[in-house]
């Protein structure tokens, strides 16, 4: 079995309910790079592995297609240089080729984004979070909860370190608040990680 290990940012993006929901989809590999995608739902998730990991480098929206059949049909004339042809397609072969150019756009964006998500790690504005958070966040842990557990702290431990109420730790471990910068740094500081996992 692999172990799964996210990036802080593809972590970051992942601690949301309806990115969590997208779990599970068509998976590809992306084309001219080591890394593959998983679409589902309205999410894209970029990865790559080897024989043991497979790490996830980015989570996001997924890209809305720039060709649309509606902006499509409207009438075209091809003219050749000479002035003399012009193409005329079935309703399903245009309906098929408008399908075609917004699929590689698309995976034009997932090529993109992964390039841009693997040169943060390699300049270092980005590192991989450790295996354990990483399956804390799978099994359903919020971010801030999946360090504090791999930290082996209780809430009120946290709290109190990082100067605020369980009450308030809860919501932010929970998704039903966000915290302010200043909080996010305090917690970063209390859990002993860099502060750009949390914020």
Partial sequence: MKTIVFTSAAAKAFDTPQARAAVGGDIRKLRG???????????????EEDAKTILVVHVGRRRAASYSAEAMRMPQKIVTPNGEELVVL???????LAALA?????????VAAYDAAKADLAAGRDERLPAEVSALLLR?????????KWRGMRQTELAE??????????????????????TLEALAKALDVPAGWLG
Avoid: H, P, T, W
Wanted: hydrophobic share 35%.
């Fill in 161 to 182: 370190r990082a100067g605020v109420s369980q009450g308030y730790l809860s919501d932010l471990e929970s998704g039903r608040r966000k915290g302010a910068n200043e």
């Fill in 33 to 47: 790079r080591d890394g593959s995608r998983m679409r589902a739902g309205g999410y894209c998730v970029l990865f």
């Fill in 140 to 148: 359903g842990a919020g971010l801030v909860a999946a360090i504090r």
């Fill in 90 to 96: 079935s309703r399903a072969e245009f309906d098929r």
């Fill in 102 to 110: 917004a699929i590689a756009e698309e995976d034009a964006a997932d």
